[in-house]
């Protein structure tokens, strides 16, 4: 089974609008990390936002938040009043067992997001 | 600067050929990871080494061959190359485990190869 499913391959916002990004996840670890990765057609990889496990509240970073449904295993990526810079690829990822240092990270096939004007 | 340091940024060469990717991770990371991304693909996991040693292994190809030294750098070799082998490879590090963002996976700027 897929670690990290994301179902959109592309998706289009208007301008100041806010958008979702869809992931849900597949884990049996109670201990695990949640991440979002925006790679803009330039190719670096820029890290988003990170929500533990064990976190309460749903995590913000400015525009970013991140909708942590554990029940669902979903961890969906909301951006609001979108940029025409948010135009980028966004990846979702996880990585179990976070108390082993040397564990992996499971990413996603990604979403294409396009701002349009 | 993410802190984590990739060379080269590109390089192009020929079929049949063998090159050598070199990351520095950030300081304090013990872990490497190798990613490979083709164009307009998803990140394909090869390889990740913690603090010197293997610790897991993805999708490489047996023409493909990492090592983690004892001074935390790694190197990504790569031989016989083929047209298909064309892609953005990325190194990425990590820090410590724990409940907490520092967890997080900081890549470099990644090293574009072209075989032609």
């Known amino acids: 089974a897929q670690k990290i499913t994301q179902t959109q391959p592309g998706m289009f916002v208007q301008e100041k609008e806010a958008v979702t990004l869809d992931c849900t996840y597949d884990?049996?670890?109670?201990?695990?990390?949640l991440f979002w990765y925006k790679q803009p057609s330039s190719g670096e990889m820029i890290f988003l936002i990170y929500?533990?496990?064990?976190?309460?509240q749903n995590a913000t970073e400015g525009r970013y938040s991140l909708n942590f449904q554990k029940a669902r295993k979903s961890a969906n990526l909301v951006i609001s009043a979108s940029q025409l810079g948010d135009s980028a690829m966004y990846f979702c990822?996880?990585?179990?067992?976070?108390?082993?240092?040397?564990?992996?990270?499971?990413f996603g096939t990604g979403t294409s997001l396009t701002v349009i004007p | 600067d993410s802190g984590v340091t990739q060379t080269p940024k590109h390089l192009i060469t020929a079929t049949g050929q063998r090159v050598t990717l070199r990351c520095s991770p950030r300081?304090?990371?013990?872990?490497v990871y190798w990613y490979q991304q083709s164009l307009d693909q998803g990140l394909q996991f090869l390889i990740q080494?913690?603090?010197?040693?293997?610790?897991a292994k993805g999708n490489i190809l047996e023409r493909f061959s990492a090592q983690q030294f004892p001074d935390l750098h790694s190197e990504l070799n790569l031989s016989s190359l083929e047209l298909g082998d064309s892609a953005l490879y990325f190194c990425?590090?990590?820090?410590?485990?724990?409940?907490?963002?520092?967890?997080?996976?900081?890549f470099g700027a990644g090293s574009r190869l072209t075989v032609l």
């Open positions: 990425a590090s990590s820090a410590q485990g724990g409940l907490s963002g520092a967890n997080v996976l900081t």
């Open positions: 884990t049996s670890d109670p201990s695990y990390g």
């Open positions: 929500q533990g496990s064990y976190d309460q």
């Open positions: 990822a996880m990585r179990e067992g976070l108390y082993d240092p040397g564990n992996q990270f499971y």
């Open positions: 300081s304090g990371d013990l872990s």
């Open positions: 080494y913690y603090n010197g040693e293997e610790r």
